[in-house]
């Protein structure tokens, strides 16, 4: 019960190791999504399987489940923006403003998804995008409480570099193509 007034931020990663053999990385069905509560360190989800989209579904449906129980929760990932997008069409609602026209499509009130994005833009053509933003149009009525500077996923990536270290089938050392 605790858990619908207190804010939540959940980050979420994902990882790669070989099976089999080595293949690219899009190739692979060696790919893992942890969705882990920054606070208690407690894993939501941990799926595995090729990185395409029922991979990114099977983890956002959980973190829904989440969105129902909760009043305030954040989703912070690292780069990838599919979280956003596929959370973004499983929990929209539609916001009134009372004037006419198609209402606008919003995240639920009290969800935050925000993205860091990593990397140097200094090589890439056209506009560059800032280094953290929010990838679907949020609630106006949702305040922000993550700032910049939190804005990260080091948890989940601790957690990914513990698991290169314990469980020998996620170990770099094996595959040349690990993330």
Request: with cysteine; proline share 3%; aromatic share 8%.
């Amino acid at each position: 019960m605790a858990h619908t007034f207190i804010q939540s931020v959940i980050e979420g990663d994902e990882f790669y190791t070989k099976v089999k053999k080595n293949v690219p990385p899009e190739e692979s069905s060696g790919w893992t999504i942890v969705l882990m509560d920054r606070a208690s360190r407690f894993i939501w989800e941990m799926s595995c399987g090729k990185k395409d989209r029922s991979l990114f579904e099977k983890a956002i449906k959980t973190f829904a489940e989440l969105v129902n129980q909760t009043e305030d929760i954040t989703l912070l990932t690292d780069g990838e923006r599919r979280y956003g997008k596929i959370l973004f069409e499983i929990c929209h609602e539609l916001f009134q403003t009372g004037m006419r026209g198609r209402p606008r499509k919003v995240l639920k009130k009290g969800v935050t998804v925000r993205v860091k994005n990593k990397g140097s833009q200094a090589h890439k053509k056209g506009r560059k995008r800032p280094k953290y933003q929010t990838t679907c149009p949020q609630h106006p009525e949702t305040t922000n409480h993550i700032t910049d500077k939190e804005t990260h996923a080091n948890h989940v990536e601790a957690n990914n570099a513990a698991m290169r270290r314990k469980c020998s089938a996620y170990r770099r050392k094996t595959n040349t193509y690990a993330k």
